[in-house]
C-alpha cells in the first residue's frame, strides 16, 4: 500500500521520497480539479527530482564512507598497531639497555589510538633512521621497512577515509536542503487543501496521500532509560511494546551524524565513533505500516570511549555542613567520568587520594587548621584514570 501521512517530516528519507513520489502524482490525476491549486505546483517535480539526486549520492558516499573506507582505515590502524607492538617486544632482545624503548618512543603502552598512533610510528621511524647503521640493530631492519609502508599505507587509507566522510557531510547537508525545499512547497499545498477540506477526519481525505484522521491516533512513545556501554560500544533501550524496529543515531557536538543505524532489537552497537570525544545518542521507535509511525526522539545521552578528559573549574568557598564551617570543593563534570579522585596535598604533610564517588563536591575539614592546601581532581571510568586538573591552592591564615 501506498504511504499516506499528514506528518511527512517523521519519514526517513527513502520513505519520504516515495511519499513525494505519490503526491507529485495525486497532483497529476487532479490538476483538473476546480479547487486545484496550480499557483502553488510549479517546480515541484524539479524539486523532488533533485533531492532524489542528492539522495542517491548521500546513500552511495555513506556506505562507502561507514563500510567501505571506513572498514580499509580500520585494518590498516591495525596492522600498524600489531607491527609496532612486535617492534616494542623485540627491540629489548637487540638491545638490552633499559632507555632503548624510551629512546624510540615506545616506552609505553602503543596508544589504540588512530590519532596517537601516527606520531608514535613516526618518532620511531625517526630514530630508527639515526640509528639503523648500528650492527646491534640490525635484526630489525626487514621490521622497520614493513614499519614504513604500513604507515604510508596507513596515511593513504586515513586520507581516503577523511576525503570520502568529508564528502558525505557535503552531500547529506545538500539532501537535507533539497528536502527542506520539497517540505516547504508540499506543506504549503497541503495547507491550500486544508483550508478547503477542514474536517481532517473527513472522506475526502481518504484517497490522498495525506490520509483522513482518525482522531483518536494512539501515540507511540519514544524509548526509555537509554545507556551506553563503552567496552562493548552499544546502545541499549528498554523495549517499546507496540514498536516493530528502532533508529539510532549518534551525533557530535556540531549536531552532524557520525553514526546512524536501525535494528528490531533493544540494542545497537556504534560504530564510526573516536576516543576523547564526546557524542550524543538518541533512538526511536518505529511501528510498521502504511504509513509507517515514527516516536518522539529519546531523551539524549552522552557516548564516550576511552580515559575521562579534565575535569575543569577546579574551585572552593567557605560552607556550612553539619553546624560548622568547612571548605567546599566543587568542580565541573568531566566528559567520559563515572567517578572521580580528589587528591589533597597539605603543606608539610602526605599528599593522600580520595575517591569521592560521581559527585563534583568534597568537604574538607580544614579551615581551622592554617596552612597551605593543594587539590587536583581527576575523572574515572571503565578505561582508566583520566589526566588530573589544575592545581587549586587554598591558603588558611
Known sequence: MPIKTRDPHSLGASDYLSWLKRVLEWLGDH?????????LTGGFEDKITA??????????????????????????????????????????????????LAEFGLAEPIPNDKDDI?????????????VSGEPQFAPLTSDFTELQNLLDDYVAKRDEYYDIFNQKQTAQNEMLQTREECNKQERSIFTWYRSRHRIPTDEWWTET????????????????????????QKLSWDVVPTADKYEAEVLDEQGNIV????????????????????YKARV?????????????????????????????????????????IFALIEWDAAAGADSYELEFDPEGGDA??????????????IMHTPRTYKYRVRGKNDFGVGDWSATLKIVIE
Do not use: C, M
Not at 601516527?118 to 639515526?130: E, F, G, K, P, T
Not at 593522600?352 to 575539614?365: A, P, Q, T
Open 259 to 278: 553514526f546512524s543505524g536501525d535494528t528490531d532489537k533493544d540494542n545497537i552497537k556504534v560504530e564510526n565513533i573516536q576516543e576523547q570525544i564526546e
Open 352 to 365: 593522600e587520594i580520595f575517591d569521592v564517588g560521581d559527585r563534583l563536591y568534597k568537604y574538607e575539614d
Open 118 to 130: 601516527y606520531i608514535v610510528a613516526q618518532n620511531a621511524l625517526a630514530h630508527w633512521a639515526d
Open 31 to 39: 490538476s483538473g480539479d476546480p479547487d486545484f491549486p496550480s499557483h
Open 209 to 232: 496521500p495525506w490520509g483522513a484522521s482518525s482522531g483518536k491516533k494512539k501515540k507511540l512513545h519514544a524509548p526509555k532509560n537509554l545507556s551506553f556501554d563503552a567496552k562493548k
Open 284 to 324: 526511536r521507535a518505529v511501528k510498521l505500516g502504511s504509513p509507517a509511525e515514527y516516536s518522539q526522539w529519546s531523551e539524549g545521552i552522552a557516548v564516550f570511549l576511552g580515559v575521562p578528559l579534565v575535569p575543569q573549574n577546579l574551585r572552593w568557598h567557605p560552607a556550612e555542613y553539619h553546624g560548622d
Open 51 to 100: 533531492f532524489k539526486n542528492a539522495l542517491t549520492n548521500y546513500n552511495k558516499l555513506k556506505e562507502l564512507s561507514d563500510w567501505g573506507k571506513s572498514d580499509l582505515f580500520d585494518r590498516a590502524f591495525k596492522v600498524l598497531f600489531e607491527k609496532l607492538r612486535t617492534i616494542q617486544i623485540a627491540l629489548p632482545t637487540v638491545a638490552p639497555n633499559p632507555p632503548v
